[in-house]
């Protein structure tokens, strides 16, 4: 293994499913992985150090630095099921970097006999997006009823890019090595944080665990003031667009 | 060997030829010799996986993702000569990537007995060409007069600027490895995907391997609506230099 | 260890303080700690080599070629204390090659049970600066308070864009194997070399190692000569605004 | 060793002087290099093939490919001094690669015993010179006396951009290792290939080994041609100014 793997501790997990939740488009993944770790009261047990993240560290609110990393998170859901989250601020810099840190993290969760693998990203769609979907992506196509049954959409073929980076590669991985994956993929314009997006995975994940209260406040605010900020401007673009006709 | 190789089954080969048909200048080798493994019935027998193609997995139409590969495919000539085809929608990202992954093909094929290599690719000229020639480049100055033959032509010193990337590397290693090598190069613009330059390479093919129909009805077909589009194009250039004439 | 050590000699050492002097924003680390190291006649113990170093050799007046490479020296200060400046012209070239070189200096100095790292740097502001903090980041909170009598002043959060290089990953690589470790970063505009906040640096070094003269003549000497350059230039600058005043 | 070296045989050499002739600036050091090679009857003993060369093979006028690759070329002076040269098309494509391969040259070297590094490179002044210094650069400033008699110039400091890629990195390796190095850089302008520079060149490695005549009629003949198409556009340039002159 490349990476620098240090121990909080060493949790015993039952078939563990691991949740990836770094940063991509409109950070859909990273919010909705981050709110539901929180929610189920996750705790840190690994930072995961490497030469494929960028070279630096960051100062904290406190000045204590950290280190360019990504961490492993354990929580359980209400029916006792075994989670680990894959957190951080960080992608590998590189293409090379990224094989290298998702095989680093398969590696890893293997040795505690992960039976599943979730990866959660956005579907951007380069335009403002009223309704959310959440698209979905799988390992085979068995998998792919339990995801409509808990609200995920198929689009043949979408996204015709490719899905890139660590919600990709995991699950390609994961794929290798015969271990049940699939990549959910929140709508969202990808324009800005979407929060919204976020919620709509959340709504996927607690179907699927068994979550009942998904305590939405905060992230529905937050998605309401990006709708009234867009409402808005799309608004003023209306008035000046009459205003010209008038000329006219 | 840097690569992972997943192997479907191990087929027993005596003396193969390796047929490489990777993406490259007008895709010609690709479509060349996927029709010609599909014309054979190729059978896949193992996948390649690495760090040094794009980070990404694609979903098909049925939603389930493919991770970025290269993929090794058996067959038999008529008379039953065992062929392996190195298909895949990738080259590697890298020049490194790709000598790293060129060695790793040929590793695994050693360890076959490879007797021969051969790559497909395209000779762009830059131009819309109306006849295409196939050219050929070989490891050692004897395999000239049997590729003379089959109706390829030596153009001296041509390419100028060289074969790049899976289907330079592979001849390169199979030369310095003893192995007769050459690589086989249909003339083509390079704008378009060049169906009837991918028929010229496999009329060569199918006279060096004795396959007497090589099916081509598909290919011609594809190949005649790139020519009416092209021959369009050039009768509006014609009319519009005609018309600027009436002007003068 | 990825790089080439070359001992010039092995020093014993008691508990070293390391102290990184790498080139960087205004070179203010440069500055600073070569004159730290001069002042107490330190003396070059190791070269390392690298392949993440620039491919060249730069000739001396002498003529006599030096290879890209970094430093070890080694000093006492007044009390005995034994410190290793890292020292050179250069940083590696790449992200992966800084945190391989960090890496292999921290081996080296591990080695030598290093008991505390000090990184320092600039802190760039973008404009002209009158008075030079120096600020600081920490390993751990309770660095803070020491730091802060030696005259350091903490901003929380920052630098926001992260401490890069190599005065970053040695204080992070330290964190991470829990040696206490900072980085003092000397408020800079970052256009020039700034020798001014090098010397805000001496003074904190000063402080901490009980070095009562630190001989800062010839750097106050540079830093008064870039004052008044700026001066000038600030008061043409004024002038041109009142010339333009009277036009109106 | 990452090379992958392919020996045509294994030649017994007595303390052999390395002189490495790869392309550079003006190609100064190939053009000197490959003469002295054919001059003195070289054969070729070795071929170094790396990934970190670009990927790719090159045709000759039979249509036979060659891999990009650097080689070795044993030779012995009139006064039965071995020599070996490193000859190519190409240097590594990135600093990284660079180092490596000189590294491994020279540990090839080392293990025949080598006694002495050159290295043959242009010095680049970005305008038109008529007189063709060769300056040099040493490993140690005793070897400065014996060039100097040789006919090479020393400037201080010079070139101060420092000397990059194998003329570089193999005189910098050869001092880390107690091995006398040192590079001959003929001036030019940098902008053609300069065959004057390189007779400059060939003149002191004459002096050097004892050659005699060093058959330069053929590299003459193509400097004057360079010379007589550098004068007849300097006319012109001259013309011009004096037509302007005459307008005004």
Known sequence: MESIVKYDYKPVLKDPILIEALPGIGNVGKVAGDHLAQLLKAERFAVI??????????????????????????????????????KGDYQGS??????????DMLEIMMSYGVSR?????????????????????VSRIELKDEL??????????????GIVGAAGLLIGLGQMNGIDSFCLM?????FFIDHGS???????????FGIEDLDLKDLEAESQKLAEL?????????????DLGYIG
């Open 198 to 208: 976020a919620i709509e995975i959340l709504k996927v994940l607690g179907k699927m």
């Open 49 to 86: 150090y490497s030469m494929n993240f960028p070279a630096q560290v960051i100062p904290g609110e406190d000045n204590v630095v950290k280190m360019a990393c990504n961490e492993l998170w354990h929580a359980k859901t209400p029916s006792g099921q075994d989670l680990v989250f894959l």
């Open 117 to 137: 693998i979730i990866t959660l990203g956005g579907f951007g769609t380069g335009q403002i997006v009223k309704e959310r979907h959440v698209y979905g992506a």
């Open 186 to 190: 929140g709508e969202t314009s990808g």
């Open 230 to 242: 867009t409402d808005k401007a799309a608004e003023q673009m209306v008035e000046k667009t009459t």
């Open 148 to 161: 409509t049954d808990c609200g995920v959409t198929f689009l043949p073929g979408e996204p015709r890019a």
């Open 94 to 103: 590189t293409p090379e970097g990224q094989f290298i840190l998702a095989q």
